[in-house]
């Protein structure tokens, strides 16, 4: 079979018929690797923006296929794009990725990343395209990016693969050529219409060139691209897919629980969607401390409960309380390796600006160091020492055996003034974010501080100064 179809069969076996792709055309011409899924909507989309498109792939069924306009898969509108890039000249296919590499601005790698024995990821296709690629890069001097499209692992696209093409090509990354990391959010049967409507763009790449090249590839449907690390966007792209998961079955253990207490789970979840501002929202999205308060931890419990009686097995939901407390102990295990013997807590209630400490979760901390012997002494704006504990410690008598043990002892570690807890303490630890913490920690003079809400997003994770996701 000839190694190229359709009009650039002279051009790139090495002849003189057509000029090349990046000069005829003043969009970037782009090969994209892997006629998979991916790739052959990517594909398609791309040369109906204007885009001369190499296709390349190691299965010559699908290089035929798309050469000769036809869907390798079945997804809506699909073949007509197809179709009408292959009649434009504009889509061409291929099984030699270093020439498509040669003849191209740009290299999108959507090739396989399947699970490896050990349940890791199978970097084996991501090897054999990252050598091809570099080969190709060996034999021209333009700046060529190389937009790696594959569900991996963070660090893969700078720690495995730009170093294998570095060594083939002999050229520097971020230098010579571009790397990106560019995940696709493509939903199968929807796909054309999703990539020309995404629900985000995101470019992860370490130098400005290749953030401007591929902000100009996409400004045809996204005006304002998400451009950041080429680490954050490969974690995204796993994290987007769990959180889905996570949604579906959130909703399907919904779903098992209300259809034997004779709800319909259908009104149930339609309601519960309607609400933006906390349900489907950034709100609580952000890694920070373990949920607390009157509500959260009780109604959790209830929920379990209410799934045992019905004899209804509902992991997700039965697990969250098994996650929060794991959050509980590495906050203790972070004091601990730091050896204080004294320890400032700034927040002392479930979240700022209450009295209530219901279930608040630093109080299963302090409980656990104050009986290993260490000094706490707390600050909270809206605590005094007077503040009356009766009513929430008989709430919560079933629920925080942190405050049932703190009841007597909490009084006297109350401090009215927070600059007295940041000089009685080896270690801080923040719990609430505010202008007076923000301003204390500055002001710590080299302690030790445990930061469980990023209150200075600033400041770089460093030995003394730490969270526990971040």
């Known amino acids: 079979?000839?190694?190229?179809h359709s009009q650039f069969d002279d051009h790139l076996f090495g002849q003189t018929a057509l000029a090349p792709l990046h000069v005829v055309d003043t969009k970037p011409s782009i090969s994209v690797v892997g006629l998979g899924y991916v790739g052959a909507v990517s594909t398609a989309c791309f040369s109906n923006l204007g885009h001369h498109v190499i296709g390349v792939d190691i299965d010559p069924a699908k290089v035929t296929c798309i050469a000769?306009?036809?869907?390798?898969?079945h997804e809506y509108d699909l073949e007509r794009l197809l179709r009408q890039g292959v009649d434009d000249g504009l889509i061409a296919t291929t099984h030699d990725l270093e020439q498509a590499v040669v003849d191209t601005d740009l290299t999108f790698v959507s090739v396989g990343t399947p699970t490896a024995a050990d349940g890791g990821c199978d970097h084996s296709y991501i090897d054999v395209a990252a050598r091809m690629i570099g080969a190709g890069l060996k034999r021209k001097n333009d700046f060529h990016v190389v937009v790696m499209r594959c569900s991996i692992p963070p660090g893969v696209?700078?720690?495995?693969?730009?170093?294998?093409?570095?060594?083939?090509?002999?050229?520097k990354a971020g230098v010579d050529f571009g790397v990106c990391f560019n995940p696709e959010f493509l939903r199968e049967g929807v796909a054309v219409a999703d990539f020309y409507a995404p629900s985000k763009t995101v470019i992860g790449t370490n130098d400005n060139r290749s953030a401007a090249i591929m902000t100009r590839i996409f400004e045809a449907i996204d005006e304002k691209p998400i451009v950041t690390s080429i680490e954050t966007a490969e974690m995204v792209k796993?994290?987007?897919?769990?959180?889905?998961?996570?949604k579906v079955c959130f909703a399907n253990e919904v779903g098992r629980l209300c259809k034997p207490l004779g709800v319909d789970s259908h009104d149930v979840m339609d309601v519960f969607v309607q609400d933006t501002k906390l349900n489907l929202s950034p709100?609580?999205?952000?890694?920070?401390?373990?949920?607390?308060?009157?509500?959260?931890?009780?109604?959790?419990?209830?929920?379990?409960?209410?799934?045992k009686q019905q004899g209804v097995?509902?992991?997700?939901?039965?697990?969250?309380?098994?996650?929060?407390?794991?959050?509980?102990?590495?906050?203790?295990?972070?004091?601990?390796?730091?050896?204080?013997?004294?320890?400032g807590v700034l927040g002392l209630a479930f979240k700022p600006g209450t009295d209530d400490l219901r279930?608040?979760?630093?109080?299963?901390?302090?409980?656990r160091l104050h009986a290993e012997g260490v000094e706490v002494v707390v600050h909270d704006p809206a605590i005094t020492p007077e503040t009356p504990l009766a009513g929430q410690l008989a709430y919560v008598r079933?629920?925080?055996?942190?405050?049932?043990?703190?009841?007597?002892d909490l009084p006297a570690m109350m401090r009215a003034d927070c600059a007295d807890v940041v000089a009685a303490a080896d270690t801080l630890i923040v719990t609430h974010s505010n202008d007076l913490y923000r301003k204390a920690i500055e002001d710590a003079d080299g302690k030790s501080v445990i930061d469980l809400v990023r209150i200075n997003t600033k400041v770089d994770p460093q030995q003394n100064y730490n969270g526990i996701g971040w």
């Not at 405050?403 to 007597?408: E, G, I």
């Open 1 to 4: 079979m000839l190694d190229i």
């Open 68 to 73: 000769n306009g036809k869907s390798p898969i």
């Open 283 to 307: 709100y609580y999205l952000k890694p920070g401390f373990a949920f607390g308060g009157s509500c959260l931890p009780k109604e959790v419990r209830a929920v379990a409960h209410i799934a």
């Open 313 to 343: 097995s509902l992991p997700l939901i039965e697990s969250l309380g098994v996650s929060n407390a794991t959050h509980i102990d590495r906050a203790v295990e972070m004091v601990r390796e730091t050896g204080a013997k004294s320890v």
């Open 359 to 367: 279930e608040s979760p630093i109080l299963e901390v302090i409980a």
């Open 398 to 408: 079933h629920g925080s055996a942190g405050l049932q043990s703190l009841a007597t």
């Open 238 to 246: 796993y994290v987007d897919n769990v959180w889905h998961a996570t």
């Open 157 to 171: 696209t700078m720690g495995f693969m730009a170093p294998i093409i570095e060594e083939i090509s002999g050229k």
